[in-house]
């Protein structure tokens, strides 16, 4: 069998990528396939650890925007994302992969509380950790958590799962001359607003070191391809300055 490339990973997976083609609540044959393939990964010998969002259910500013006060609204989505945590937990757990969810906020009943260590042993111990309601503080997005935790549990990468295969130079949906990046550095991204994360979590990662992988999550193999060193999608990393 072949190398992983990367040791231990943080998995962002967007809140509607796991609605599938209906686009709201949960699609749970996509989860299933995609805990097969997580499966897939750690008996390669990949740790890891997954953020998960809350698109699929509530967004706190698009949601709640204009009509609710800011704070709470993203406390919703805090919450929100504890309902695909411990759904994906499930799906995991009828898998055989041996799983823990841990929360920002605490909410003892059904969760550890997130706890850095902690974390660290269940991952060398071979468990996916599951990381819920995000930084646990309004105004960050779960962007901006994947990276936070990736930076804590000190992963070799992050892969961003979404309903879009990488980076492109526009919307490709509107704009048919939109180019598609197969690398590109974080300062391009900053510079030309492009939408891979927000700009907080386009700083953390670039602050920390992270390469960051977009690719698609229709095809949920693409997890272990990439974790298996293919190129699919996009590469977000450091711009390689030429010595002088």
Request: aromatic letters at 6%.
């Amino acid at each position: 069998m072949d190398e992983p490339k990367f040791r231990r990973v943080l998995l962002k997976i967007s809140g509607e990528a796991l609605a599938g083609d209906a686009g709201r609540g949960l699609d749970f044959d996509v989860i299933a396939q995609v805990c097969d393939v997580i499966k897939k990964c750690l008996n390669a010998g990949v740790q890891i650890g997954v953020v998960i969002g809350a698109g699929n259910f509530w967004r706190g500013v698009k949601d709640g925007g204009g009509r609710m006060e800011r704070t709470r609204a993203d406390h919703m989505g805090m919450l929100a994302t504890v309902l695909n945590c411990l759904a994906v937990a499930d799906v995991m757990e009828q898998h055989g992969i041996p799983v823990r969810v841990q929360t920002a906020l605490e909410i003892r009943a059904v969760a550890e509380p997130y706890i850095r260590s902690r974390a660290i042993r269940h991952l060398e111990k071979g468990r996916v950790v599951i990381f819920g309601c995000g930084t646990g503080n309004p105004f960050f997005s779960t962007d901006t958590a994947a990276v936070l935790r990736a930076a804590e549990i000190e992963a070799d990468a992050i892969l961003l799962a979404k309903n879009i295969d990488g980076v492109y130079s526009a919307d490709p949906r509107t704009d048919p001359s939109a180019v598609k990046y197969d690398s590109i550095s974080y300062d391009q991204v900053l510079a030309q607003h492009l939408q891979v994360m927000d700009s907080t979590a386009t700083s953390l990662s670039m602050d920390n070191s992270i390469p960051v992988i977009l690719f698609a999550l229709k095809d949920p193999e693409n997890i272990y391809r990439v974790v298996m060193g293919e190129k699919v999608g996009t590469i977000v990393k450091e711009e390689k300055r030429n010595d002088r």
